[in-house]
């Protein structure tokens, strides 16, 4: 079927959701000297609500109100005083943030703690603290070289309860072993966590509890 010419097409009936007067069955006026404006009132330019405006211009007024924090300067992040800084003999580099108080944990004590993980570059990787609610799930492990990483086992070995270090461990003291502790046990973190094994892990600890020491 052939297409319709252009003045066939301006006299097709219209559609509901059009303006009422395009709906009139009017017979085309006769003459051009009938303006646009009397021939298609549907087509006026009408006044654009000043949302609709903003909006067209790329400013959305909205995000003003429901997020004002948008438009203000982020508060500026302040880093923990550092009482200490050394670095072990195996490589790992640690800061001493909080001493704590009472005796400090031995290899083959058994200790509660949280940490947070994060790559060199800061990138989260997993933590025992939730970011938003602050609920934390503290973690237990015995300090020895059969279940907690060897580099945390360094970095927990010589804290106090309340005390707090972070600490750079390379590779070769994190995760060479898939069994190695701490590690979530939720499948998507723990995956997470594993992917950054080859390079160097960022820990943050925080000692609340020596439990008990081992008897051999």
Request: include cysteine.
């Amino acid at each position: 079927m052939g297409a319709l010419p252009f003045q066939s097409l301006a006299h097709l009936p219209c559609a509901a959701s059009l303006s009422p007067s395009c709906m009139k069955n009017e017979q085309p006026k006769n003459g051009m000297a009938k303006s646009l404006h009397d021939r298609y009132p549907s087509l006026m330019v009408k006044r654009l609500p000043r949302r609709l405006l903003l909006q067209f211009m790329g400013f959305n007024p909205i995000l003003l109100c429901v997020y004002p924090i948008i438009a203000a300067p982020l508060p500026e992040m302040k880093e923990p005083e550092v009482i200490r800084a050394f670095k072990l003999a195996s490589g790992v580099r640690i800061q001493e943030i909080i001493e704590g108080e009472g005796p400090e944990a031995k290899e083959g004590d058994v200790v509660e703690f949280n940490y947070v993980c994060r790559r060199a570059n800061g990138y989260f990787v997993h933590s025992t603290v939730d970011q938003f609610s602050g609920e934390s799930k503290p973690i237990t492990l015995p300090l020895d070289e059969n279940q907690v990483i060897e580099g945390l086992k360094e970095v927990l070995i010589g804290m106090r309860v309340g005390g707090k270090r972070r600490a750079l461990i390379p590779p070769s003291l994190g995760y060479i072993d898939e069994n190695l502790q701490p590690i979530p046990e939720e499948f998507g973190p723990r995956r997470s966590l594993l992917s950054h094994a080859n390079e160097p892990l960022v820990f943050e600890v925080q000692l609340l509890k020596v439990i008990f020491k081992y008897s051999f």
